[in-house]
Nanobody, 122 residues
Framework: QVHLAESGGGLVQAGGSLRLSCAAS????????MGWFRQAPGKEREFVAA????????EYADSVKGRFTISRDNTKATVYLQMSSLKPEDTAAYYC???????????????WGQGTQVTVSS
């Protein structure tokens, strides 16, 4: 019922920036948490960042802290991931997802988008 659509991925040089967007449609609940995850080939899906629609919960993975910023626009039902100082190791498919509770665990997220590819070249 909830549909998530990521956009904004692409190819960028190391040190550059990208902004990913995740547009949510269907039923949205204010206490829900929106998370960003990424998965590189041969790697497990890993937590990147999360934010509650109410804005009272924000978390980042240590690997992106200080470089990535998660934000939301409730009027557009859209969550953003502003990525700066990108590194080749940030290369992955990036997914947004919805959880009913505060969590960094992929299994707690019940709706997922199809992903958008981010490739960082050196």
């Amino acid at each position: 019922q909830v549909h998530l659509a990521e956009s904004g991925g692409g190819l960028v040089q190391a040190g550059g920036s990208l902004r990913l967007s995740c547009a949510a449609s269907g039923r949205t609940v204010s206490n829900d948490v929106m998370g960003w995850f990424r998965q590189a080939p041969g790697k497990e899906r890993e937590f990147v960042a999360a934010i509650r629609w109410t804005g009272d919960y924000i978390e980042y993975a240590d690997s992106v802290k200080g470089r990535f910023t998660i934000s939301r626009d409730n009027t557009k039902a859209t969550v953003y991931l502003q990525m700066s100082s990108l590194k080749p190791e940030d290369t992955a498919a990036y997914y947004c997802a919805v959880s009913r509770k505060l969590s960094k665990a992929p299994d707690d997220y019940v709706h997922w988008g199809q992903g958008t590819q981010v490739t960082v070249s050196s």
